[in-house]
């Protein structure tokens, strides 16, 4: 397998998993700044143009990384990361599409639309600076919202690490690179980011991509 990896949270999501996975996966890096996964031999490999994009060893191109995810983990089970029963992963999927459609696509619109409006507008839709605003303004009401049920707990479900602590996590980490911190009061947010940063996996966000 190889993977198709850039700067950015979904494909340090993937970094991250298959770290977690004990894996140790090929990595090639595609250089969003100039643009380039949006020239035609990117493309090929993705029609969305987006990193990360996972090469299968029978050549096919996964892209999207909650696919990439459960991929993984159906032919590599352990270290369980999603659930090891129905009703556990159906819990962790709930988590982290919550995580993923309350929090994640609000703070990449918004940035997109906003402090990374240079960079994205010439490659796509971006929202107007109002609605980035709002959207961001949105994503952080939504982190306020996680930091209590946050509230007791280390971990975001069944008292252990999964992907939906990974998909906060580097939502987090993602804020911390362009600027954004944590909204005030969000202790046990704070105290959760230096939990998952103890985990040697964590140190994909150390690298310049
Ligand atoms: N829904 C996609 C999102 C992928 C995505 O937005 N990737 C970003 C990097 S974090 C990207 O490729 N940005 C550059 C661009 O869109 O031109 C996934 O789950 O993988």
Redesign the pocket.
Same mark, same amino acid.
């Given at each position: 397998m190889k993977l198709y990896s /850039?700067?950015? #949270?979904? #494909? $340090?999501? +993937?970094r991250m998993f298959i770290l977690e996975k004990g894996l140790d996966i090929e990595r090639i890096h595609?250089d969003?700044l100039t +643009?380039e996964? $949006?020239q035609p031999e990117f493309s090929d490999k993705n029609i969305?143009? *987006? *990193? #990360?994009v996972l090469e299968l060893d029978n050549g096919f191109m996964l /892209?999207?990384?909650?696919?990439?995810a459960e991929y993984l983990e159906e032919t590599h089970p352990e270290p369980v990361l999603i659930g090891s029963t129905a009703l556990e992963r159906a819990e962790v999927r709930m988590w982290t599409r919550r995580i993923d459609l309350e929090i994640a696509v609000p703070m *990449?619109l918004g940035f997109r639309g906003g402090a990374g409006r240079p960079m994205?507008e010439p $490659?796509?839709d971006v929202v107007g600076p109002e609605g980035a605003a709002d959207l961001s303004r949105m994503a952080d009401e939504k982190w306020k919202w996680l930091d209590g049920q946050l509230e007791g707990k280390d971990y975001i479900c069944q008292d252990k690490f999964t992907m939906a602590d990974l998909i906060a996590y580097c939502f987090v980490q993602?804020g911390y690179t362009v600027g954004w911190s944590l909204p005030e009061g969000t202790d046990n947010l704070a105290k959760f980011v230096d939990r998952i940063g103890e985990r040697p996996s964590s140190k994909v966000w150390q690298d310049s991509e």
């Open positions: /850039s700067l950015g #949270p979904n #494909p $340090r999501f +993937a595609i969003i +643009a996964n $949006r969305l143009g *987006t *990193t #990360p /892209s999207e990384i909650m696919a990439i *990449t994205f $490659r796509m993602f």
